[in-house]
């Protein structure tokens, strides 16, 4: 994914976050994963840094209390916050874009592995269906061929279940599993369904 913030927008946005009142590092981290709806988190490595040299402009001051860090703007930052009101207000709107892009993007990358998992089928289908030899088996050996197939079968059916409940779930941790997107599992697992039933006729 491209890039979330140009040169020097992470450093306006923190004192925006700050505006409201002080905060503590881990704060203003989770701030931002929120107002990203989950598809960017910042590192720690990527927030202390600036929240330094914020502090060293003398743009915010820093309260050390017990293992945390509180921070806080001061009037300079206030200022600079002020002066900058317009480019914040472009920012916002960039950030609303990017976060509509990146829910896009995630929720195409689900329905990429639900298409490539009824594509996974749909082989496995005409594969059984190419192989089947009618009245080639009969009795005992039909049953035991027909069991290992079945356990063979089962193998697919959990390794599908598994793929599918492992995208859903990070679309999920993203925020992405909107009404559209649920419409989608449930038109792929219908299609799937009937792919499977044509092949056991």
Do not use: C, W
């Not at 992470?10 to 002080?22: K, N, S």
């Not at 704060?27 to 598809?39: P, W």
């Not at 190419?130 to 035991?144: D, K, L, Q």
């Amino acid at each position: 994914m491209a890039p979330v913030f140009a040169h020097g927008q992470l450093r306006l946005y923190l004192l925006a976050l700050l505006e409201p009142g002080p905060k503590h590092g881990y704060e203003l981290i989770t701030e931002l994963s929120a107002r990203f709806g989950g598809t960017y988190r910042p590192s720690a490595g990527t927030i202390y840094p600036r929240l330094s040299r914020l502090e060293d402009e003398g743009l915010v001051t820093r309260t050390d209390e017990e293992r945390k860090s509180t921070y806080a703007l001061t009037d300079a930052g206030r200022a600079e916050l002020a002066q900058r009101r317009d480019e914040l207000t472009d920012l916002e709107e960039g950030i609303s874009e990017t976060v509509r892009d990146r829910a896009f993007q995630v929720r195409d990358d689900v329905r990429g592995s639900m298409r490539g998992l009824r594509a996974d089928l749909e082989a496995q289908a005409r594969k059984a269906r190419a192989t089947a030899v009618p009245g080639h088996s009969s009795g005992e050996s039909a049953r035991r061929d027909s069991h290992a197939r079945l356990a063979e079968a089962d193998g697919l059916l959990t390794r599908f279940r598994d793929e599918v409940r492992a995208d859903l779930r990070r679309a999920s941790a993203h925020g992405t599993i909107d009404t559209q997107a649920l419409e989608a599992v449930r038109r792929t697992l219908d299609e799937a369904r009937r792919v499977l039933r044509d092949a056991l006729r």
